[in-house]
């Protein structure tokens, strides 16, 4: 069964809080919390409350056990950007962009699919040519 959470608007670019979510993207819940709590960055913080968020909901809305979750989908998505102006020299003005991001956490109870082993690329399986000599 699934359960998300969803934190909209918060105060952090897209980007920066991208790459707290891929730290833990197909992690076990209890191993995706161990991650995020040695992690030194603010997105950290705000991706374990979502995180913890998401496993109440199962918990109390699915009667579902902490150990037997792991992040199915971690989705960050961009938000509005608020824009400002700051005072320069000469009468000038630089805007600065304050970036707002939203976060979405999907669990679920269900076994990890298995993953298909990589396929080697073409031209990794052929030998390099070496110069100078003939090939007989």
Not at 44 to 71: D, G, H, P, Y
Request: zero cysteines.
């Amino acid at each position: 069964m699934k359960t998300r959470a969803v934190a909209k608007n918060l105060k952090i670019s897209a980007r920066k809080l991208r790459l707290a979510a891929g730290l833990v993207r197909g992690m076990r819940v209890v191993q995706a919390e161990q991650v995020l709590a040695v992690t030194p960055k603010k997105a950290a913080v705000m991706t374990a409350e979502v995180l913890k968020s998401a496993v109440a909901n199962a918990e109390n809305n699915n009667n579902l056990r902490k150990a037997a979750l792991r992040i199915e989908e971690i989705r960050v998505d961009e938000g509005a950007t608020t824009k400002r102006f700051r005072p320069r020299s000469r009468g000038m003005a630089n805007p600065v962009l304050h970036r707002t991001a939203h976060l979405t956490i999907v669990l679920t109870d269900e076994a990890a699919p298995e993953k298909k082993p990589a396929r080697a690329h073409k031209a990794a399986k052929k030998e390099p040519a070496v110069a100078g000599k003939e090939a007989k």
